[in-house]
Antibody
């Protein structure tokens, strides 16, 4: 069965960096686009970034452009989110999610359980 | 950015009742690329409906979706206690960024 397991969440100070990891199993990882979606405490869902199956195309929500980088290692079945210049408003549970399509459809058919990032001094 | 507005914010109903949740979008959604997700307390979201009306794998047939253009609806034909959750709509495939509604919280009496 499809499994997505996020890790790397932590408490970090504003301005610092953090890298999140999402390990995938149960499906051909190199055949699907992947996303990061976040949810601030007690709030709704916010799409963050997407990366095509082969890593050739990526997109971000405006609020993280220039600060976050999505990447993947298909040989390790792993998705990453490198976050720099973190702000208090980046505090959230970060979910990785599988796109239903190879390139990018935006339909998110499987989700991990999430990892909590807290940005606080 | 396409804004999605869900109503009502909170709904409290009894088991067996019919549930209707609304999602309105600020622009017309191409190809009905509108999805619904269910998020139970303490859990990750789960895809329920895509393409406005297609059920995702393993979703009970008491869940159905309808609508087009800017008005979409999620219906639960007979409410079950395990349907306690927040429900989100999402537009995809029309324009970036992919956006979600603010959610409707469904409470069971």
């Amino acid at each position: 069965q499809v499994q997505l397991v996020e890790s790397g969440g932590a408490v970090v100070q504003p301005g610092r960096s953090l890298r999140l990891t999402c390990g995938a199993s149960g499906f051909p990882f190199n055949g699907y686009a992947m996303h990061w979606v976040r949810q601030a405490p007690g709030k709704g869902l916010e799409w963050v970034a997407v990366l095509w199956f082969d890593g050739t195309n990526k997109n971000y929500v405006d609020s993280v452009k220039g600060r976050f980088t999505i990447s993947r290692d298909n040989s390790k079945n792993t998705l990453y989110l490198q976050m720099t210049s973190l702000r208090a408003e980046d505090t959230a549970v970060y979910y990785c999610a599988r796109d239903a399509y190879t390139f990018e459809s935006g339909r998110l058919d499987y989700w991990g359980q999430g990892t909590l990032v807290t940005v606080s001094s | 950015e396409i804004v999605l507005t869900q109503s009502p914010g909170t709904l409290s109903l009894s088991p067996g009742e019919r549930v209707t949740l609304s999602c309105r979008t600020s622009q017309s959604i191409s190809n009905n690329y509108l999805a619904w997700y269910q998020q139970k307390p303490g859990q990750a979201p789960r895809l329920l409906i895509y393409g406005a009306s297609s059920r995702a794998t393993g979703i009970p047939d008491r869940f159905s979706g309808s609508g087009s253009g800017t008005d979409f609806t999620l219906t639960i034909s007979r409410l079950e206690p395990e349907d306690l959750a927040v429900y989100y709509c999402q537009q995809y495939g029309t324009s970036l960024p992919y956006t979600f509604g603010q959610g409707t919280k469904l409470e069971i009496k």
